[in-house]
């Protein structure tokens, strides 16, 4: 006997950016902002008894996260670039567990956490751009737990704590640039307009 369970899903959600009418001469346009799709599909549960046993079985989870962008804005020479936020996806594998004569079985599920990327706007004043530092946090996957719970935790462990280490290392690399970027502008200095994001640096 299986018994599934209803899944939910959000629409994705748009609003245009608008050009608003202000201080004659001086442009001002709102930023869009986008939302992606997002959803939830739950485990269904399937029951099976026989001679042998009973055992209890679940399916795949998915949670599916929705993203955000924006677009670009401006009032007057000041403006900011276009921004992204790809939040993370769940996924969950299924599980069961069984009994009989020959005993008890559990299988855990895995557990998989998609990748996370935080694209920040760049600032521009006048023709001059300012890159601000991207952040990007690795997958993270919980495989096997049942065969190796050590080494599996010790593993995801280990990728999160590199992740955040290049994260942080980033951000403060960036932040240093963007600092110098600033200071070069109020001081009068040149600018490359063309300098690349901060997540497009190695």
């Known amino acids: 006997m299986t018994v599934p369970l209803p899944g939910v899903e959000t629409p994705p959600v748009v ?23 997002g959803g939830v599909t739950p485990p269904s549960a399937t029951v099976r008894v026989s001679t042998s046993g009973v055992e209890v ?6 949670v599916t996260t929705p993203d955000v962008a ?10 900011v670039g276009e921004a992204e936020v790809e939040l993370p996806d769940v996924d969950v594998s299924g599980a069961s567990v069984s009994a009989g004569p020959a005993g008890a079985a559990v299988d855990l599920p895995d557990v ?78 040149d600018t490359d307009s063309s300098t690349t994001r901060g997540g497009d640096r190695s």
């Open 112 to 189: 998989h956490v998609s990748e996370t990327k935080v694209r920040t706007p760049d600032v521009q004043v006048g023709e001059a751009t300012v890159p601000l530092p991207d952040v990007e946090v690795p997958e993270v996957s919980v495989e096997d737990v049942a065969e190796d719970p050590v080494g599996a935790v010790t593993d995801t462990v280990t990728a999160t704590s590199e992740g955040a280490g290049r994260t942080v290392t980033g951000v403060v690399e960036g932040t240093g640039e963007t600092v110098d970027a600033v200071t070069g502008l109020l001081s009068g200095s």
């Open 15 to 37: 609003v245009p950016p608008v050009d608003v009418p202000g201080v004659p001469g001086v442009p001002i346009t709102t930023p869009g902002v986008a939302v992606g799709p």
């Open 70 to 79: 924006t677009t670009a804005a401006r009032v007057g020479p000041v403006g």
């Open 57 to 62: 079985a679940t399916s795949a989870t998915e």
